[in-house]
């Protein structure tokens, strides 16, 4: 189930998206205030002092009150559907084979894996959030700033951005399915 509080509130938000994904007409339809965006392919950021220090003055400048990381489920880089012979590495490619490493070999069974796509999506997310959060200079402004920081899949077929933890849940239950 959705977020019942997704959008609702109308605020300044910065969100950290794939340029791949296309989904910056849903988040408009979906989120009330004014919306910005920083992108990084794969929803993989690479954070560095004047990166940090960039994005902490437009937060200031803009009122951003809440942060959102966000991809789409379908994105390229988590579905494999790059053609990896056929183009250089992204540092994506790395966190992707590291998360899949993580997850049961159960899931990452072919029937099972394309329909539980969103918990690799989710965990990708939850550690790209944890991975903000941790940044040098930005991460800590953010917390005592009191800024939200959330995460969201978008699902596009239903038209829906689902929370890590509804994602989460769906994967473990899809976990504790037999393939039989």
């Not at 579905?79 to 084979?97: F, T």
Request: net charge negative; with cysteine; proline share 3%.
């Amino acid at each position: 189930m959705p977020d019942k509080d997704l959008g609702s509130v109308l605020c300044n938000r910065l969100f950290l998206i794939c340029p791949t994904d296309y989904i910056e007409q849903a988040i408009q339809n979906q989120f009330n205030g004014e919306t910005y965006y920083y992108t990084a392919l794969g929803v993989y950021f690479e954070w560095d002092h004047k990166i940090e220090s960039w994005l902490w003055e437009l937060i200031c400048e803009q009122g951003i009150d809440q942060i959102v990381i966000v991809s789409a489920i379908d994105n390229i880089f988590y579905s494999g559907d790059l053609d990896k012979n056929s183009r250089r590495s992204y540092p994506i490619d790395e966190a992707v084979i590291e998360t899949k490493k993580k997850l049961s070999k159960h899931l990452m069974q072919p029937e099972i894996f394309s329909s539980n796509l969103h918990l690799l999506v989710a965990r990708h997310l939850a550690n790209q959030k944890q991975r903000f959060l941790e940044t040098t200079s930005l991460g800590s402004r953010i917390r005592s700033g009191g800024i939200e920081v959330k995460a969201y899949v978008y699902r596009p077929q239903e038209e829906t951005f689902c929370s890590l933890e509804e994602c989460i849940q769906r994967g473990n239950l899809l976990s504790s399915v037999s393939v039989n």
